[in-house]
């Protein structure tokens, strides 16, 4: 029979002077099937159909009810919540480690807001679990080792609506909200209107109290975003099923800016959010934050002397780059006039490309260098098929353009 495992024993007796051989038969009774990840998994889906359902004492249901801490900070957590629109919240089971009566379960949360994401919004989180009466109970919570928290357990969510975005806060004024949701707005149809593709038509904004809250949300330290108003999250490449995409402000650097400069920051940031799906490991900075940049300044009429003074000095120094920025030129690190630069000289470069080959062909040559399998020669090829040049030549422009709107 299949699960048992029988076999047979010999054993020799002797008895009334005759030996008899005696066959003993030893099988063992089935092993009891395995059922733990079956039971967390019933545990989880009961959690997620509770957040979906707004239940409250559904939720707090599958908190271990000896941890009395637990539960007041899961009921907190919970009511936060009440103001997102959800449309869908599940749980992937990705790996259980038992150790008798408790377990812990590096899971994925997948959640969708409704009418912004056409796919889920994923982040690692690990739990420990208890089993108490046959039942597996949730006794702590916690994100995956560089993962960053979600916006809900760090306060009570508010929310602002606009026609084309909504804007999610913690800790801050209504009217701030609804600013934000504003400017976001007249950015969706800006970036309309400069990337020709499809794409949501639509942005979540999240705007966290302090630069300190934004560093948590992200999983880094907060100083690496000190001076930075606004950055996007999302995994790039894939498809339009990639994961969606959240624009989170930061307060502090937010405030500073201009009216003029908070619409470039959040149209820039918006321009992240429509070309992802066709952005790759192949794509370089230079060009993803170009074209960024390319699309927020568009539709203003801001020159380049005005836009690239970093970039301005080192020309004018006699300090001319002598090849487009590299990766490494982006780092947030302590040399800012570097950074600006190279963001300044991707600029540029896609102003370059709009302005001689056109802004199709600005989209194509995007498009091309995002669908190459690999970094190495990807914006080689696409120079070659999409523009009919190659990477000299295309420097050697680029550096005469530098020195024609900046000399």
Same mark, same amino acid.
């Given at each position: 029979?299949?699960?048992?495992?029988?076999g047979?024993r010999?054993t020799?007796?002797?008895?009334?002077g005759?030996?008899?051989?005696?066959?003993v038969?030893?099988?063992?009774?089935p092993?009891a099937?395995?059922?733990?990840?079956?039971?967390?998994?019933?545990?989880?889906d009961?959690r997620?159909a509770?957040?979906?359902?707004?239940d409250?004492?559904?939720y707090?249901?599958?908190?271990d009810?000896?941890?009395k801490g637990?539960?007041?900070a899961?009921?907190t957590?919970?009511?936060?919540?009440a103001a997102?629109p959800?449309?869908?919240?599940q749980?992937?089971?990705?790996?259980v480690?038992?150790?008798?009566?408790?377990a812990?379960?590096r899971?994925?949360l997948r959640?969708?807001i409704?009418?912004y994401d056409?796919?889920?919004v994923?982040a690692?989180?690990t739990l420990a679990l208890?089993e108490r009466?046959?039942?597996?109970?949730i006794?702590?919570?916690?994100p995956?080792?560089g993962t960053?928290?979600?916006l809900w357990?760090q306060?009570?969510?508010?929310?602002a609506?606009?026609?084309?975005?909504l804007?999610?806060g913690?800790?801050?004024?209504?009217q701030?909200?609804?600013?934000?949701?504003?400017v976001a707005?007249?950015a969706v149809?800006?970036?309309?209107s400069a990337w020709h593709?499809?794409?949501a038509d639509?942005?979540?904004?999240?705007?966290p %109290?302090?630069?300190?809250?934004m560093? &948590?949300?992200?999983g880094s330290?907060a100083? /690496?975003? *000190?001076?930075i +108003?606004a950055?996007t999250?999302?995994?790039?490449?894939?498809s339009?099923?990639?994961?969606a995409?959240?624009v989170?402000?930061n307060p502090?650097?937010?405030?500073?800016l201009?009216?003029r400069?908070?619409q470039v920051?959040l149209t820039h940031e918006?321009t992240?959010?429509?070309t992802?799906a066709q952005?790759s490991?192949a794509?370089?900075l230079?060009? %993803?934050?170009?074209?960024a940049?390319? &699309?927020?300044?568009?539709?203003?009429?801001? /020159?380049? *002397?005005?836009? +690239?003074p970093?970039l301005?000095r080192a020309v004018?120094?006699g300090?001319?780059?002598a090849a487009?920025?590299?990766?490494?030129?982006?780092?947030?690190?302590?040399?800012?006039?570097?950074?600006?630069r190279a963001?300044?000289?991707?600029?540029?470069a896609?102003?370059?490309?709009?302005?001689?080959?056109?802004?199709?062909?600005?989209t194509d040559?995007y498009?091309?260098v995002?669908?190459?399998?690999?970094r190495d020669?990807?914006v080689?090829a696409?120079?070659?098929t999409?523009?009919?040049t190659d990477?000299a030549d295309?420097?050697?422009?680029w550096?005469?353009?530098l020195?024609a709107q900046?000399?």
């Amino acid at each position: 029979m299949a699960g048992r495992r029988c076999g047979t024993r010999r054993t020799h007796t002797v008895g009334g002077g005759l030996a008899v051989l005696l066959l003993v038969s030893a099988c063992g009774a089935p092993a009891a099937p395995d059922t733990t990840d079956r039971d967390i998994r019933q545990t989880l889906d009961r959690r997620a159909a509770a957040v979906v359902h707004r239940d409250e004492s559904g939720y707090l249901a599958v908190v271990d009810p000896r941890a009395k801490g637990l539960l007041t900070a899961q009921r907190t957590e919970f009511r936060n919540l009440a103001a997102v629109p959800l449309r869908s919240w599940q749980y992937s089971l990705e790996d259980v480690r038992r150790q008798g009566s408790t377990a812990t379960a590096r899971v994925e949360l997948r959640y969708r807001i409704e009418g912004y994401d056409s796919a889920p919004v994923a982040a690692g989180r690990t739990l420990a679990l208890v089993e108490r009466d046959g039942r597996w109970y949730i006794d702590g919570d916690s994100p995956d080792r560089g993962t960053g928290q979600q916006l809900w357990q760090q306060g009570r969510v508010e929310t602002a609506e606009g026609n084309h975005s909504l804007v999610l806060g913690v800790g801050q004024r209504p009217q701030l909200l609804r600013q934000v949701a504003a400017v976001a707005d007249r950015a969706v149809p800006a970036v309309e209107s400069a990337w020709h593709g499809t794409w949501a038509d639509r942005v979540v904004v999240l705007v966290p %109290s302090s630069l300190d809250a934004m560093g &948590a949300l992200l999983g880094s330290p907060a100083a /690496t975003y *000190q001076g930075i +108003a606004a950055v996007t999250t999302g995994e790039a490449g894939g498809s339009s099923a990639a994961p969606a995409d959240r624009v989170i402000v930061n307060p502090e650097a937010y405030a500073t800016l201009s009216e003029r400069g908070k619409q470039v920051v959040l149209t820039h940031e918006t321009t992240h959010v429509a070309t992802r799906a066709q952005t790759s490991a192949a794509t370089p900075l230079w060009l %993803s934050e170009g074209f960024a940049d390319w &699309a927020a300044y568009r539709g203003t009429d801001t /020159t380049p *002397q005005e836009a +690239a003074p970093e970039l301005q000095r080192a020309v004018r120094s006699g300090e001319l780059p002598a090849a487009l920025p590299t990766d490494a030129d982006f780092g947030f690190s302590d040399d800012a006039d570097r950074l600006a630069r190279a963001y300044e000289g991707g600029w540029l470069a896609c102003r370059m490309i709009a302005g001689h080959w056109g802004e199709q062909k600005l989209t194509d040559f995007y498009r091309a260098v995002g669908a190459h399998e690999q970094r190495d020669g990807a914006v080689e090829a696409a120079l070659n098929t999409v523009l009919g040049t190659d990477l000299a030549d295309f420097t050697a422009r680029w550096r005469e353009y530098l020195k024609a709107q900046l000399g």
